[in-house]
């Protein structure tokens, strides 16, 4: 089961920042992240939300690619193999892509908006649902960036652990780590 840990930085650009930092802990196998998304609020007060993974894209590209491979099949039957393949392509691209618009898993998208119209100007809020997490190598990679728990779905014990070792600078002691964030 995955957990919801929704962080608040100083700075617009901040969230975006720790993202990488945690894409590149993921490599390091020290955190497992399932969905991200990152909201920033500028300085005029206008709310910028930008999801890790590009849905309507990526069903784009799987679409057209289905698309042209059926496509070339079936225009094999008509004798016109190049035809078939490319408006195999169109169509499954567009299918793929309203597909991907219409698909929502990980952050609700809602909870996404309303949370980031709460976060104060010229500063941003990153939204991680977390797998699995080692706390005491992954928190004093992301300490520098003044990093405050505005929501979890984590339980009362382990917001406050998460909370407390954030303030101190230091992670909780593997005994007493949350359950996998």
């Excluded at 691209?93 to 990980?106: K, Q, V």
Aim: proline share 4%; hydrophobic share 50%.
């Amino acid at each position: 089961m995955s957990d919801l840990v929704v962080f608040g930085f100083d700075g617009v650009h901040t969230a975006d920042e720790v993202l990488n930092k945690l894409r590149s802990l993921q490599k390091a196998h020290l955190i497992d992240l399932e969905d991200a998304c990152v909201v920033e609020r500028d300085a005029e007060g206008a709310v910028h939300i930008k999801q890790a993974v590009n849905l309507t894209a990526l069903g784009a590209a799987q679409g057209g690619t289905m698309g042209a491979l059926w496509g070339g099949l079936v225009g094999l039957l008509f004798l016109n193999p190049l035809a078939g393949m490319a408006i195999g392509a169109a169509a499954g691209a567009g299918a793929g892509a309203l597909s991907g618009s219409l698909t929502d898993y990980g952050i609700n998208d809602d909870f996404v908006k309303n949370l980031g119209d709460t976060i104060p100007q010229a500063s941003s809020a990153l939204f991680v649902l977390v797998k699995n997490v080692t706390l005491d190598k992954v928190i004093p990679e992301i300490e520098a960036y003044k990093p405050r728990v505005l929501q979890t779905s984590l339980s009362n014990e382990a917001e406050t652990k998460l909370k407390d070792a954030l303030i101190k600078g230091q992670a909780p002691a593997a005994a007493e780590a949350p359950p996998a964030a």
